[in-house]
């Protein structure tokens, strides 16, 4: 059977070499060298080879000498209400705690479940520590089914340990609490840009200091459900990754807090890009619940979700959705355009289904030796919908419900100019012409035949 390692520090060890019993742990052997040989857990390995460990007492680990799941190892850690605390080995104190170290490592290809049978109130922490110092550093699988995880308490000005949990494989929590660190810029889940997170069911979330998130995002998260409070002055979630929420409760009562989420281009080692959030659902309650953070860079969409806020979150909203009367972001119909064909000429739209209030396009473009007549657009009760010129064509406004578009289109009448009968009058034509030139001569005979008795 492949080994599950729990190392504890130099002192236990020697410690248990004399007395033999009452050891915090062991330095190697398989589930039986466990059982045999500790008080604190029980240990057992099913048919499948998975192991659990089940705390009997409250257990304390040395920061350097934790945990450790290996590659194809399966791991389920059973806190049974008891408490497992990382401590630091010289004389517990910060500066004695090894940057790098966690409490539970988790290598790539294991798999670790934490649980609790008992109360559900078992807890994974930290006593003190430094920077650098996380409770579990996961690159395998890592599922939080109950439980509370936190970070330190009563950390020192000026240190700047990291997240509770750092994910950099994939985690997957549907239960227990995570209370990120009472120190400045940490978070109780750091989801790096290799890392899938998953929240969902019961899962909690907490701020648990004045500069520290829940949640801080460079990989890709999806929130399904879970509870989210924003205690201080940070975010709850900082997103600089890719970030989709489905569902759940977030929460902030902090006044002059930042915003509940921040979604925020941060440039760094992990993550360069845009920083891309997603809300297809939840409940969110704040003064300010969404925002670009500082660099007012990223990109945010509201789909659906119920809203309690002050903020004004229109400039978030999508095509498609509108905030209702209750501060509710719901989705919008999608309404269908048919157009009725006519031989006469092409009628085309720029789009065929759209959302009340978008604006659509209309080209026509008639066949040769045609123009148009009329053109006509009814909704489906019959009624008919305005439109008004446009370049190239013409536009509507999308009413509420799908619309019919028809047109007319009739022959251009072109005059007809009969040039033959100019060049070549008829006839009766000329006769007249020559009558009425007969009666001129006639006319100004006799005037000079007046004239001339007159002068004699």
Request: hydrophobic share 35%; aromatic share 6%; proline share 1%.
């Amino acid at each position: 059977m492949k080994k599950l390692k729990l190392f504890l520090t130099s002192i236990i060890a020697m410690f248990v070499a004399v007395v033999g019993v009452h050891a915090a742990g062991i330095t190697g052997g398989g589930a039986s060298d466990w059982h045999n040989r500790t008080w604190e857990s029980d240990v057992t390995t099913s048919d499948d080879g998975v192991v659990t460990i089940k705390l009997k007492d409250n257990l304390r680990v040395a920061s350097d000498a934790g945990l450790e799941v290996a590659d194809g190892e399966k791991v389920i850690l059973d806190l049974n209400g008891k408490t497992l605390t990382n401590y630091c080995a010289s004389n517990e104190s910060p500066s004695g705690c090894t940057a790098g170290s966690a409490t539970i490592e988790v290598r790539k290809g294991g798999t670790l479940t934490i649980t609790d049978s008992s109360n559900g109130e078992g807890t994974i922490t930290q006593k003190a520590g430094t920077k650098d110092i996380v409770v579990i550093d996961n690159k395998g699988t890592l599922n939080i089914e109950k439980g509370t995880i936190k970070g330190l308490a009563g950390v020192t000005t000026g240190q700047t340990p990291i997240s509770v949990i750092l994910n950099q494989g994939t985690m997957n929590m549907s239960g227990g609490t995570v209370i990120s660190n009472d120190a400045e810029l940490s978070a109780g889940i750091h989801n790096l840009a290799n890392g899938i997170l998953n929240i969902t069911g019961d899962a909690k979330i907490e701020t648990g200091s004045q500069l520290s998130w829940g949640v801080l995002n460079y990989g890709k998260t999806t929130i399904t459900g879970g509870t989210f409070t924003q205690k201080y002055q940070y975010s709850v979630i900082q997103n600089s990754g890719d970030m989709t929420i489905e569902n759940g409760t977030f929460n902030s009562d902090v006044e002059d807090a930042y915003a509940l989420i921040t979604n925020e281009n941060v440039a760094n080692s992990a993550k360069t890009g845009n920083a891309s959030l997603t809300i297809n659902g939840g409940d969110f309650k704040g003064n300010v619940v969404l925002s670009y953070g500082i660099s007012k860079k990223g990109e945010a969409v509201i789909n659906k979700g119920n809203f309690d806020t002050q903020q004004d979150i229109s400039g978030f909203i999508a095509l498609g959705s509108e905030l209702d009367e209750e501060g509710n972001v719901v989705k919008k119909e999608l309404h269908n355009i048919e157009v009725k064909e006519n031989e006469n000429a092409k009628i085309e739209l720029d789009k065929y289904s759209t959302f009340e209030g978008d604006t659509v396009n209309i080209t026509i473009t008639p066949k040769e030796g045609y123009e148009l007549d009329k053109l006509t657009i009814l909704d489906k009760d019959g009624k008919e919908v305005k439109f008004v010129s446009a370049e190239g064509g013409v536009k509507f406004t999308m009413p509420t419900s799908d619309v019919t578009i028809s047109a007319t289109f009739k022959k251009i009448e072109t005059p007809v100019t009969n040039t033959t009968e100019e060049e070549n009058p008829k006839t009766g034509d000329n006769i007249l012409m020559y009558l009425g030139l007969g009666l001129a001569s006639v006319a100004v005979a006799t005037l000079s035949v007046k004239k001339l008795r007159k002068s004699n």
